[in-house]
């Protein structure tokens, strides 16, 4: 009586992997095939799944249901509305990963965008093809059920699927660990992986979308303790962080053109690159304003920036900021009352701070690397100021600012004692921090090549 199916087969993989599961669970047991439940939009993608059945069942005998197999495999929508009371024990598979908004945002008529609106509520935050199948897959289980879905490790953490957790966990409760691919999962997909694993709820109730808990195989106990005694210190004051970098358009990319300070009508726009601990590089680029797309913000909203963030890196690098307007792959940080610029400089650039972000975000220890507003708002808080590790760390980080020529040894040595004296690390913690940040050395400056003038 068991009812397995997959809302989008597909070939049909996960099917006739359930059905070789259970086979040899079962000793071989007969007529399984009749268990498993699938549909699919491509006609080609059903008979292939069902061959892929039969030539299977018919190693071990000839499959007297072929009937039956062919109807339970049919081609029909997943998110449809023609499934009526049918339900079932175990929901399994890999939806497609299709987005609808975000860069790679594909193409949605109307009827169809309306639809999807009125009827699943994963799709009122980031509206995602695979976010709806998450939710239809919980609705189609039966109480106790299982569910088994390969989906983007986006799904668990990224605050734009929060409907979308909200949706399956109104149905579902989610395992206590779920498994975490990390990149490289399948074949040419960049993307990170996960596996969400629940069960069936008795019934519905009202949920928030929280985090989903991904596996952590990579932290020993100590760590592990380290990197929860962190979390629950107090962060840092938002207003710390903000996006403040121009985004380029397509139309943008031809205006820009190798920096000379001299060249008048222009102005300097700086980019990632160009941030290096305790160091900023000249600008790479220079832009008339009059020919972008989107216009530059005022000069004096550039001035505001104190500190600049480099984006695209596993942990805060943070440099003194000029004024110069830059590009969105820099980040920005602004003074506050009790955290001076200079304070702020040495505690993003400190191994311990770096530590925690590294290993506090999934983000940082997968792909391409991103640093996001939200992470460096969970930062723990420095010491102010006024007290007196702050004044240490802004005298220190008052002349590693002024100097903008990066940091030396015995400046870099007394900067990670203070920092962790101020989160009360212990000599364990102190080494386990040391000799990850031995194996995990901030980016080097790229070769600049000097371009002359024309």
Same mark, same amino acid.
């Given at each position: ?11 049909g993989v996960f099917l006739l992997e359930a059905r070789r599961f259970l086979a040899e669970r079962l000793d071989g047991a007969q007529g399984l095939e009749r268990c498993l439940f699938g549909l699919d939009l491509d006609p080609r993608a059903v008979l292939l799944t069902r061959l892929g059945l039969f030539l299977d069942s018919a190693t071990a005998h000839r ?19 023609? %499934? ?50 998450? +939710? ?53 997909? %960049? ?82 690159? +160009?941030?290096?601990? %305790? ?46 307007? %830059? ?128």
């Amino acid at each position: 009586n068991l009812r397995i199916c997959d809302p989008a087969m597909g070939a049909g993989v996960f099917l006739l992997e359930a059905r070789r599961f259970l086979a040899e669970r079962l000793d071989g047991a007969q007529g399984l095939e009749r268990c498993l439940f699938g549909l699919d939009l491509d006609p080609r993608a059903v008979l292939l799944t069902r061959l892929g059945l039969f030539l299977d069942s018919a190693t071990a005998h000839r499959c007297a249901s072929s009937a039956g197999v062919k109807a339970q495999l049919r081609v029909a929508d997943g998110l449809g509305p023609g %499934f009526g009371a049918e339900r079932f024990d175990v929901v399994l598979g890999n939806p497609p990963w299709v987005a609808y908004a975000g860069r790679a945002a594909q193409p949605l008529d109307a009827e169809r965008a309306a639809f999807f609106s009125e009827r699943f509520e994963a799709f009122r935050g980031y509206r995602t093809l695979h976010g709806l199948f998450v +939710e239809r897959a919980a609705e189609l289980l039966n109480p106790g059920g299982r569910l088994a879905l390969v989906l983007p490790t986006s799904v668990s953490d990224l605050g734009g699927y929060r409907a979308t957790r909200a949706a399956h966990d109104a149905w579902c409760k989610v395992d206590a660990e779920l498994p975490d691919f990390a990149d490289g999962a399948f074949d040419g997909v %960049f993307q990170p992986s996960m596996a969400v694993l629940s069960t069936r709820r008795s019934k519905r109730v009202e949920a928030s979308g929280a985090v989903w808990p991904l596996a952590r195989t990579d932290l020993s106990s100590s760590a592990e303790l380290l990197l929860g005694r962190l979390s629950a210190l107090p962060n840092v004051p938002r207003e710390l962080f903000g996006e403040r970098g121009y985004q380029t358009r397509p139309h943008d990319r031809h205006q820009l053109r190798p920096f000379y300070p001299e060249e008048e009508g222009t102005r300097a726009l700086r980019t990632g690159t +160009e941030v290096l601990e %305790f160091r900023t590089l000249p600008p790479r680029y220079n832009v008339d304003p009059e020919k972008l797309q989107t216009p530059l913000k005022p000069v004096a909203q550039w001035r505001d920036v104190a500190l600049l963030i480099r984006q695209t890196a596993r942990f805060p690098i943070a440099s003194p900021a000029d004024g110069e307007a %830059f590009r969105n792959s820099i980040l920005a940080g602004f003074e506050h009352p009790d955290f001076s610029r200079q304070l702020l400089l040495c505690w993003l650039n400190s191994e311990a701070i770096r530590w925690f972000h590294y290993h506090a975000h999934r983000d940082a220890r997968q792909g391409m690397p991103q640093l996001k507003i939200a992470h460096l708002r969970s930062l723990p808080a420095p010491p102010p100021k006024g007290s007196r590790l702050g004044s240490a760390l802004h005298a220190l980080g008052d002349t590693l600012y002024n100097a903008n020529a990066g940091i030396g040894p015995l400046e870099r040595t007394q900067l990670n004692r203070w920092v962790c004296e101020a989160l009360q690390l212990d000599k364990q913690d102190r080494k386990l921090v040391s000799d990850w940040a031995q194996k995990t050395p901030p980016p080097k400056p790229r070769t600049r090549v000097a371009v002359a003038k024309p």
